[in-house]
């Protein structure tokens, strides 16, 4: 399950995106398991090697990389 994380996130980001429109343009959800390997993997360990410390760090790398990889029709977000 804990493999399997990275890509049932990107399928259910990606399906909300798609399904989501503005004036009739779609948005889309662009990125690959690998991306999200390292970022719902990496997180949690530096999260256990700081105690607890980095937990806002990371909520913010992990919000920021969603953010990112939205785009409003053909445009990225960021």
């Known amino acids: 399950l804990f493999l ?3 890509w049932i996130t990107i399928k259910s980001l990606k399906f909300s995106a798609y399904n989501s429109s503005y004036r009739g343009i779609r948005f ?3 990125t690959n398991v690998s991306e999200m390997m390292e ?3 990496g997180l949690p360990v530096m999260i256990v ?3 607890g410390f980095a937990l806002p760090l990371a909520a913010f790398l992990k919000t920021r990389f969603i953010i990112n990889c939205y785009q409003y029709g ?3 977000v960021q």
């Open 28 to 30: 889309g959800f662009t």
């Open 49 to 51: 090697a700081t105690w």
């Open 39 to 41: 970022t719902l993997c």
């Open 74 to 76: 053909q445009t990225s």
């Open 4 to 6: 399997a994380t990275p």
